[in-house]
């Protein structure tokens, strides 16, 4: 599996080689090779929590960290690769809103990369 097919929407584990992680993490696929970091504490601006109650995959409440957009080479293959699940239509509107309102860390281009694909997504039909 290469990092550029991974499905936007997508809620995968892998290792997060960008931040030398000895652990696998979660990502949330946001655009072709681009992810935003699950962690259970907000460590990032404009972090959003995602629960577990929603994704049972997750050991606790945790917190996409929409501020910190990672990106990976398309053609690059993913470490230790396994999916999880995929945002759900209510998350999904939820970090819409969320990107557009309170996320200011992001360059402009990766905002508009990143609002392309997701407003792409939730148009697309279920």
């Not at 996320?103 to 697309?124: E, N």
Request: proline share 6%.
């Amino acid at each position: 599996m290469k990092y550029g097919d991974i499905p936007v929407g997508d809620i995968s584990i892998f290792l997060a080689v960008k931040l030398a992680s000895p652990a696998p993490k979660f990502h949330v696929c946001v655009a072709p090779g681009a992810f935003f970091l699950v962690n259970t504490r907000a460590i990032w601006q404009g972090s959003l929590p995602i629960l577990k109650e929603e994704f049972p995959f997750l050991e606790y409440d945790s917190f996409i960290g929409c501020g910190h957009l990672i990106q990976y080479p398309l053609e690059d293959e993913v470490q230790g690769y396994g999916r999880r699940g995929k945002l759900s239509a209510g998350l999904l509107n939820k970090l819409i809103l969320h990107l557009n309102r309170e996320v200011k860390s992001l360059s402009r281009a990766q905002y508009r990369m990143v609002a392309r694909h997701l407003m792409k997504l939730s148009k697309a039909p279920t």
